[in-house]
């Protein structure tokens, strides 16, 4: 800047312009995370990222999960979904921040010739009325009311834009002038704006230049600083913990529920093997929302329409007392899982079989598919063929007996053994009865159609610090999980350091569409060991020992885990 021509104006350039839109944005942002925590107003960013999640393209999207589970596997950065959601919701920000400086960056090249703060305020009236656009069409979380949230977004808006033309025109006026800031009150009394003519620029007005940014910055720190912390500090009350990040790697492990059905099972699990039934806190969470939808109770009921000779509505407290209660402890996977992931998890379910629904609804001759739609936007469709097959089949309105929480599909979701998640519908709004096959919302983007559960086996736990003695032999339990959908697991097998494969034990599992604890105790010997572990389904057919990435049908492959063993302290 102190370069230019003697003569001209040293105009704010772009560079500077990306700087104003960033420092305006953060404030901006600050500000709208305050509203959305204390408030319930909603929070542009995370609509945008949405948006962006829906309207990319299924591979895009994929490649960005893909990336996103490898890093955070890889560099160990703790439980999979709750990492995942907080990295994306910091690129959601992110984003939108580089979004600001783009537009400040824009605005202040467009305006080299001249300054005025309107260019400012059409912009942000541009990107209010874009902002309001995506709460209408993707948000489901804010709870103020639609006319707030909409003024909302456009006094933010108009206030970003309003504040970038301002620091641009002040950037004008402070560029080329005086030694003093030419405050507009400390003109010469009688002097006219003709008379703060465009002349050379001098030293001091570039240090007044750098010294309104500085203000600027300072002032928009501020904003942030305070809008985010409170926002934050708001949130946090009303939030609660976040799911905890418990370690599998050999540590403490909660004491199994003692009311569960295999409780008199004398195969205890290996130590450091995850629990057998999931807390509730820690179960995995996946879906295609920042924030997950808020659907509320009251006046929440669900059309069973279309091709039925009843059709029905029905309320939460319908589908609690006229169907008989459905329950059943379910292990679920996400497609996403990698072999050895911790994406799944098992709890008891509870509901309404659909049979028993639909024996009142009465779908007529030609029906022959669900289609379920959801809070969110997502959907899928189920055959009737497999509900006829299947009374499993249910809609879900309580886990781990109480009612569905927000996060894991508040009022209603469906049970559809054997089927990754991809399959199943939380927030279920709505169940029409068609003739027609339609897509749903993953099979859409490249997933498997079917989306059958894969038989995989994973080796949580080589218990170094755990070993026992056994008839004089020391031994190191080694364990973890084996899944096969609702298809259960015959067999289980281990394998140390490419020696013979070798049968583990299977404790009971809570029922055949959970998973089953497996138990191998080797014979300890010193040194670094690798210890690999495949399943057999329930009709003994072997698992796919090749490994394949989630997608589009699941993750395959043996998985392993190796361990140093050494020798155990004498008369330990
Ligand atoms: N409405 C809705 N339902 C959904 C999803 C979603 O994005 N929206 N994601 C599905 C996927 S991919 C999975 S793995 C499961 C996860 O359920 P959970 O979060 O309760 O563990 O929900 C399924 N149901
Ligand atoms: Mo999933």
């Known amino acids: 800047m102190a370069h230019e021509q003697q003569g001209r104006r040293a105009n704010p350039s772009a560079a500077t312009g990306a700087l104003v839109g960033g420092l305006v944005t953060a404030a901006a942002v600050a ?17 945008a990222f949405d948006w962006l999640a829906r309207i990319l393209p299924g591979n895009m999207i994929t490649a960005g999960i893909d990336a996103l589970v490898g ?63 995506l ?34 025109a002040r950037l004008w006026q402070l560029s080329p002038i005086v030694a003093e800031p030419p405050m507009i009150s400390a003109a010469p009394a009688g002097a006219t704006h003709a008379e703060y003519r465009p002349g050379p620029p ?56 003692a009311n569960l059905p295999n409780a008199g099972d004398p195969l205890r699990p290996a130590p450091g093997t995850r629990p057998e039934y999931t807390p509730l806190d820690q179960h995995y969470r996946i879906d295609i929302n ?63 079989s659909l049979q028993d629904i639909l024996a009142e609804a009465r779908p007529l001759p030609e029906a022959a598919y669900l289609r379920i739609t959801a809070a969110d936007g997502f959907d899928e469709t189920v055959a009737l063929d497999l509900i006829r097959g299947d009374a499993r089949i249910m809609l879900c309105y309580a886990w781990d007996n109480q009612p569905l929480t927000v996060e894991h599909g508040f009022p209603l979701r469906i049970y559809i053994p ?34 059958r559960m894969q038989t995989t086996a994973v080796v949580d736990t080589v218990a170094a610090q755990a070993l026992i003695e056994e008839g004089g032999r020391v031994l190191v339990p080694v364990g973890g999980i084996a899944h096969a959908g609702a298809r259960g697991i015959s067999r289980v097998e281990v394998q140390v350091d490419n020696g013979p494969w070798q049968e583990a034990r299977l404790r009971t599992p809570l029922s055949e569409t959970t998973w089953v604890i497996w138990r191998y105790d080797w014979p300890f010997q010193e040194g670094q060991h690798t210890f690999a572990v495949r399943a057999y389904d329930g009709d003994g057919v072997m698992q796919e ?22 020798q155990p302290a004498a008369g330990g």
């Open 31 to 47: 500000l709208q995370v305050l509203g959305a925590s204390a408030f319930g107003l909603p929070f542009p960013p995370f609509d």
């Open 71 to 133: 890093v955070i596997t890889g560099l160990n950065l703790g439980e999979t979904s709750a990492t995942a959601k907080a990295l994306e919701q910091t690129l959601a920000v992110v984003l939108f921040l580089g979004l600001g400086m783009a537009a400040g960056a824009l605005l202040f090249a467009l305006q080299r010739r001249y300054s005025s703060i309107w260019p400012g305020l059409v912009a942000g009236t541009v990107a209010g009325a874009l902002m309001v656009a």
């Open 135 to 168: 709460y209408l069409s993707v948000n489901q979380t804010a709870i103020a009311s639609p006319v707030v949230s909409v003024l909302w977004l456009l006094a933010v808006a108009v206030g970003w834009g309003g504040a970038i033309g301002y620091v641009h």
């Open 202 to 257: 001098v030293e001091s007005s570039l240090i007044n230049r750098r010294q309104f940014l500085l203000r600027v910055g300072g002032t928009a720190a501020v904003i942030t600083v305070v809008g985010a912390g409170l926002g934050t500090l708001l949130k946090d009350d009303q939030v609660g913990p976040q799911p905890g990040q418990v370690s599998t790697e050999g540590g403490e492990q909660p004491a199994l529920p």
């Open 290 to 352: 920042l924030i997950p939808p808020d659907v509320s109770a009251e006046g929440w009921v669900l059309p069973v329409d279309g091709l039925v000779a009843q059709p029905l509505r029905l309320t939460l407290d319908d589908l609690r007392t006229r169907y008989p209660l459905r329950e059943q402890y379910v292990t679920l996977s996400c497609i996403s899982n990698p072999v050895g992931g911790d994406l799944i998890g098992t709890t008891l379910w509870a509901g309404a």
């Open 418 to 451: 054997d089927r990754y998640g991809m399959k199943q519908p939380k927030w279920i709004t709505g169940i029409q009865v068609v003739a027609d096959y339609e897509e749903g919302y993953w099979v859409r983007r490249g997933w498997d159609e079917i989306a």
């Open 545 to 566: 020992l090749e490994p394949h990435g989630p997608r589009p049908s699941g993750a395959t492959g043996v998985h392993s885990r190796s361990a140093t063993l050494e």
